[in-house]
């Protein structure tokens, strides 16, 4: 390419600077139906556009002939990394606050756009049109400077994500599928490196819960393969065709859509997760649970995928999984538009088939390089090669300081490592902030240039024989991952999302081996490999360190550790919810007449006399009513925590006559845990003129199990000694049994520098939580109490036996400071 003009956009709430090429454009149209003597060569970028190379002194020219044809636009860079900057003629907008349709409509025919999709009442995807008088760029720049009523104008950014998987050569019998077993006798394989998957089975007596789905959005899958043979195996499948996702509920729907030849990536992810363990062939992690494959168009290694297309799938499946394994990605930048994040965010809240949540999974990468991170020195993000005429051909790494992933760090997402079958960090393996676990797959030298020990993963594949031995990179540790979380919601269907992730974090093997590589050697076609600095520093050492995290220590290379099925499914099963259910179900008619237009409303009660936790709450109400879009229900816990069952929804429909459970608002899993006892009261308002309604009756039904609540004090009035080690423990002994539910800790400390201070609690199974370390500087005196809302480490306690002796322990690491333990106490709920 010539000397390109700079722009520049925006994207996730940064400016982003753009080059914008002199002889380079993308029109929404295929390759084979473009036929143009100045084009000088063309390259699908889309499965709907394609990028076209002419001359500097043709491209006007031919843009303006392409227009009259389809939409089209210039070719565009990021000046920071030269990285390819899709845009399309579709643009995101999230307003400041809620429009009326109206409002929206004025401003579409403002700016001369098609209102696509409303994601939300602030959150819209629009088409540009010959009428908005200016490039996506220029419109991008334009919302976000200058138009009052718009927070956020950014790109449907089309991306070519790269599917992580290396082949290596590997035997394709199944007792070689040592990921999943300690049972294999190789010099290249470390029993410290397996999933253990077979002894959760054995832990399980079953292979997964067939009502556990796990979505799996990759290039395909061949639904027709041996072992995915059975009847059940698929919750459901999907396929994208343009901006449609195709479902198999659709008439239109075909099977053999969901795969084409030479695609088997997609294949090969599902079958680590869940081939039958009844097959001819191989196994996956999780062989009982079911599958739900997405198809992303494709082209060789390339996913075509915008964020109103991920939208489109997250929406699908947002009812229907519990796991979702996303074997791709991208460097330097993976970044998406702020509705795929918000709804990211709320599926893995309050998404899935069970409304706690959506596991989501993403492969970190096989690049060798920080997936979120900013330096001061340049770090390679490609392999280095290209493949010309056949071969592989040095052409040298691209390097930038700048890596974005804007999905780490959000509850609910865990990027995935790759461990080698000898237990050392796989080569290839991209590292740093966001890595929150590892799982067993292949070793690859990154830049094929050294020989490094490592077996393949066997599975599944849609090609002759039906299975590979050459499937690896972080494309396998991934689903492997998704498979065990599977396995874990096996063990306890009562688990969140949020729990499933902490289980799997603070279960993980950190027994592993930290040895480092060499860097790369030199070569007659590279003889300065200084570039090679990878692992780069401070993440150049895989140990272990205390970053805060509840779920224990981290490392950069392995995340919180190795996978570990059987610790998991052991955890799980330990918290599972003990037998002898509770439940309590009245139903009340006043047949009250509803004020209309009136914010007091009327309010009617139904009492609970009996006392235990709330698991799950389900309301039905039935409203006589002649324009439903005027109400407000609401439901109020003996507690005072208010819940909104219906909100002005429905519009001119007649007749409120429904049934509210936590699937169905995600609102009523915040009385989860509440006591049932007291009085529960639907609130019911009128708040617009004219149509008017009764109250004719409504039910109330809680489900939970009992409680045992438990309160021992200490008031010893002990010196904590200055600049100590041992500090002073202090025990106080349970007598009662159960399983904990629930707990407060009271502290009071007097202290003139809090500071100094670690303050320790350790519960009778020896489980250890911080409660304070080190914070608060010269503040004076620790008097508070740490509670589960307040302590995210004392979540590591639910469902531990509450019985024994509780160890409390205080420390004063600082010298000159000096306090006092005066009083200590637990309050702990048991189920």
């Not at 643009?91 to 004025?106: G, M, P, S, Y």
């Not at 698929?234 to 996702?245: D, I, N, T, V």
């Not at 659709?250 to 969901?258: R, S, T």
């Not at 199990?705 to 002994?733: E, F, T, W, Y």
Request: proline share 4%.
């Amino acid at each position: 390419m010539n000397k390109k003009s700079k722009t520049y956009t925006y994207r996730c709430g940064h400016k982003v600077e753009l080059e914008k090429s002199p002889d380079q454009m993308v029109i929404r149209e295929v390759p084979e139906n473009l036929d143009d003597a100045t084009i000088v060569s063309s390259e699908q970028v889309s499965p709907s556009s394609t990028r076209i190379n002419t001359s500097e002194t043709n491209l006007e020219a031919l843009m303006a002939r392409s227009r009259s044809v389809a939409p089209t636009h210039h070719a565009y860079y990021e000046a920071e990394s030269g990285n390819e900057f899709l845009i399309t003629d579709r643009v995101f907008v999230t307003f400041k606050e809620a429009l009326a349709d109206e409002q929206v409509d004025a401003f579409a025919g403002r700016y001369g756009l098609i209102k696509k999709e409303a994601y939300s009442d602030r959150d819209y995807l629009f088409q540009l049109t010959n009428h908005t008088g200016m490039n996506p760029v220029k419109l991008v720049v334009k919302l976000t400077e200058e138009e009052p009523l718009v927070e956020a104008a950014e790109h449907d950014l089309n991306q070519r994500m790269t599917t992580y998987a290396l082949a290596i050569p590997a035997d394709p019998e199944y007792p070689k599928q040592w990921h999943l077993h300690t049972r294999l006798n190789h010099a290249d394989f470390d029993s410290r490196s397996s999933s253990r998957c077979e002894k959760a089975w054995n832990l399980l007596s079953h292979f997964g819960n067939e009502e556990v789905v796990i979505a799996v959005s990759d290039d395909g899958c061949k639904l027709d393969h041996g072992d995915f043979d059975s009847e059940s195996k698929f919750a459901g499948w999907g396929y994208l065709r343009g901006e449609r996702l195709i479902t198999s509920a659709d008439i239109d729907a075909v099977p053999g859509q969901m795969y084409k030849p030479g695609s088997n990536h997609g294949t090969s992810c599902c079958g680590v997760i869940g081939a039958e363990v009844d097959a001819l062939l191989t196994v996956g992690a999780a062989p009982g649970c079911r599958l739900l494959p997405i198809q992303w168009e494709s082209s060789g290694p390339s996913l075509f995928i915008s964020d109103s297309k991920l939208l489109t799938v997250l929406n699908y499946i947002s009812d229907k999984v519990e796991v979702m394994s996303n074997s791709w990605g991208g460097v330097p930048r993976s970044e998406w538009a702020q509705p795929v994040i918000n709804r990211l965010k709320t599926l893995a809240q309050t998404g899935g088939r069970r409304g706690k949540g959506i596991v989501f999974l993403w492969a970190a990468g096989n690049e060798n390089c920080p997936i979120n991170h900013t330096g001061n020195q340049d770090v390679p993000y490609d392999h280095g090669v290209e493949v010309q005429g056949g071969a592989l051909v040095w052409v040298g790494v691209k390097k930038t300081r700048f890596f974005r992933n804007n999905l780490v760090g959000i509850p609910g997402i865990m990027h995935v490592a790759a461990l080698a079958s000898n237990a050392m960090r796989s080569h290839y393996s991209n590292y740093g902030p966001g890595i929150m676990l590892c799982a067993p797959t292949n070793n690859v030298h990154t830049y094929y240039r050294m020989t490094v020990r490592g077996l393949g993963i066997t599975t599944t594949t849609g090609q002759a024989g039906s299975v590979t031995s050459g499937f690896g990179g972080t494309s396998s540790a991934t689903p492997l991952v998704a498979g065990i979380a599977a396995l874990t919601i096996s063990a306890n269907s009562s688990l969140s999302a949020l729990d499933v992730i902490s289980i799997l974090k603070r279960t993980a093997s950190k027994d592993i081996d930290f040895s480092a590589y060499p860097k790369t050697p030199p070569a007659n076609f590279d003889p300065d490999t200084g570039w090679d600095v990878s692992p780069v520093a401070p993440f150049d050492k895989g140990d272990f360190v205390d970053n805060g995290d509840a779920d224990g220590s981290w490392s950069p290379w392995f995340g919180h550790g190795r996978v570990d099925a059987e610790a998991a499914v052991a955890e799980a099963l330990k918290l599972r919810e003990p037998a002898g259910e509770l439940s309590f179900q009245d139903t009340s008619s006043p047949n009250k007449s509803i004020p209309d237009n009136n914010a007091t409303g009327i309010k009617d009660k139904i009492t609970c006399s009996d006392s235990f936790s709330i698991r799950d709450v389900s309301i039905r109400v039935d409203i006589v009513h002649t324009y439903i879009g005027d109400l407000r229900v609401s439901l109020v816990s003996p507690f005072g925590i208010a819940v909104i069952l219906h909100d002005r929804a429905g519009g001119s429909a007649n007749d409120l006559n429904r049934e509210f459970t936590v699937l169905s608002t995600p609102g009523l899993h915040g009385l989860s845990g509440q006591s049932s006892e007291g009085g529960w009261v639907l609130h019911v308002q009128d708040l617009a003129r004219a149509d008017r309604g009764r109250l004719t009756s409504w039910s109330l039904q809680l489900n939970g199990h009992r409680q045992v609540s438990v309160s021992v004090s200490d008031n010893p009035g002990m010196i904590i000694p200055d600049n100590s080690a041992a500090g002073i423990s202090r025990s106080l002994n349970v007598v009662e049994t159960g399983r904990l539910d629930n707990i407060d800790v009271d502290i009071d400390i007097t202290h003139t520098y809090i500071g100094d201070l670690i303050v320790e609690l350790r519960a009778p199974d020896s489980t250890s939580v911080l409660l304070h370390n080190r914070s608060g500087g010269s503040a004076d005196n620790i008097i508070k109490t740490y509670s589960l809302s307040n302590t995210a480490g004392l979540q590591a306690l639910r469902g531990t036996m509450i019985q024994g002796d509780w160890q409390l322990k205080v420390m004063d690491r600082a010298r000159a400071d000096q306090g006092k333990l005066n009083r200590w106490a637990l309050h702990l709920t048991a189920m």
